[in-house]
């Protein structure tokens, strides 16, 4: 439940930084629902639903 909530959380705050309209009910079905719920799969899955793109990266404290 901890991830789902951390899940729901990130995704709730993207969507507020880019003035993307949601309900907050839709969002937690969708962390909630997701098949890999524990995963950067299910905020990538999420947000493309938003219509929103995004990349995951593996970067070292070097790379930043």
């Not at 962390?31 to 970067?59: A, C, F, R, T």
């Amino acid at each position: 439940m901890f991830f789902m909530e951390n899940h729901y959380l990130i995704v709730k705050k993207i969507l507020h930084s880019m003035d993307v309209p949601f309900t907050k009910g839709f969002l937690k079905e969708k962390v909630e629902s997701h098949p890999e719920p524990q995963s950067l799969l299910s905020l990538s899955d999420i947000l493309k639903q938003y219509k929103i793109d995004s990349l995951g990266l593996k970067l070292s404290e070097i790379d930043l």
